[in-house]
T-cell receptor, first 118, second 112 residues
């Protein structure tokens, strides 16, 4: 399997611009997560989906952030307008919970999208 | 609610020495516990996981961790450090919800 695929790996943009980060989860996984990593705050959960439906978006910082999962093989995280404080590495992860009794919660991570907002 | 606390943001050991990275957890339900490793400019990779089957869990690259309910701890150890072990290590807990809550991370340095 190719693993979780994220794009772009690096993005540099100017304040006020729209940013779209993309994620392709592992085929067959039914959960998808977006995390943000910064030096100050560590790894923070932004939002997660189950079977393409958002379950918990309480970690989304503010209305400038939005996430969608139009199908089982694709998700986007959008920031509009972007601000310098959004600079971080954004990780997508996926997992499989389909088998009762084998629910171990292991997440498989992509390599991340490093966002710099000037 | 669930949380993890990693004691020590930086740990330095000599090559060949014991590695001990500390993690304490808090969870309102029986937890699943994990250790992940992150190498520079990469994503997180699972080292090992505790799922209540056995309290001593063995992972990849010679790492192991012991779940101690009485101490609410899940410390990571390796008998002999290798230069390639230099990385950042994260402890994580999964409770009632599917998402993992991560600790703040411990950066391991291995001195030659």
């Amino acid at each position: 399997d190719a693993g979780v695929i994220q794009s772009p790996r690096h993005e540099v943009t100017e304040m006020g611009q729209e940013v779209t980060l993309r994620c392709k989860p592992i085929s067959g996984h039914d959960y998808l997560f977006w995390y943000r990593q910064t030096m100050m705050r560590g790894l923070e959960l932004l939002i997660y989906f189950n079977n393409n439906v958002p379950i918990d978006d309480s970690g989304m910082p503010e209305d400038r952030f939005s996430a969608k999962m139009p199908n089982a093989s694709f998700s986007t995280l959008k920031i509009q307008p972007s601000e310098p404080r959004d600079s971080a590495v954004y990780f997508c992860a996926s997992s499989l919970y389909a088998v009762v009794g084998q629910d171990t919660g292991e997440l498989f991570f992509g390599e991340g999208s490093r966002l710099t907002v000037l | 609610a669930q949380s993890v606390t990693q004691l020590g943001s930086h740990v330095s050991v000599s090559e060949g020495a014991l590695v001990l990275l500390r993690c304490n957890y808090s969870s309102s339900v029986p937890p699943y516990l994990f250790w992940y490793v992150q190498y520079p400019n990469q994503g997180l990779q699972l080292l090992l996981k505790y799922t209540s089957a056995a309290t001593l869990v063995k992972g990849i690259n010679g790492f192991e961790a012991e779940f101690k309910k009485s101490e609410t701890s899940f410390h990571l150890t390796k008998p002999s450090a290798h230069m390639s072990d230099a990385a950042e290590y994260f402890c994580a807990v999964s409770g009632a919800r599917r998402a993992l809550t991560f600790g703040s991370g411990t950066r391991l340095q291995v001195q030659p």
